[in-house]
């Protein structure tokens, strides 16, 4: 990976130079790196893309719905018991179906 990551910072320093990235839209703006500590390091970069071109991965799709019914449970969900108890079994539910996919990958990993 380091090559490739040398390879990159090569490629985009020689377009700063020829002045090919300047008034790009953004420009001057900080970044939104919304890397989810979840996702593997060596897969951000591709998720990043893909969720730029308008595609979203279903286990980040996932983490990301978990994350706001978190949220929605965490500001207790107002006064509505039926509200909260519905967001509370889907949480689960999600938080099980991710279990479930890490639990897969890793006893295929340690079956190899």
């Known amino acids: 990976m380091l090559m490739l990551d040398f390879l ?3 490629k ?3 377009a700063v130079s ?3 990235l300047d008034h790009l839209p953004g420009q001057g703006r900080p970044l939104a790196l919304d890397d989810d500590p979840l996702i593997p390091e060596d897969l951000r970069v591709a998720y990043r893309i893909l969720k730029n071109g308008g ?3 279903a286990e ?3 983490l990301n719905e978990i994350a706001q019914l978190e949220r929605f ?4 969900a107002g006064d509505d ?3 909260r108890a519905k967001a509370l079994k889907k949480l689960a539910l999600l938080r099980t179906r991710i279990e479930s996919r890490y639990y897969e990958r890793a006893v295929r990993k340690l079956s190899a």
């Open 18 to 20: 020829r002045g090919e």
């Open 73 to 76: 449970v965490a500001a207790d």
């Open 55 to 57: 595609f979203v991965p």
């Open 12 to 14: 985009i320093a020689e």
């Open 81 to 83: 018991a039926a509200a």
């Open 8 to 10: 990159a910072e090569q």
């Open 60 to 62: 980040v799709q996932t």
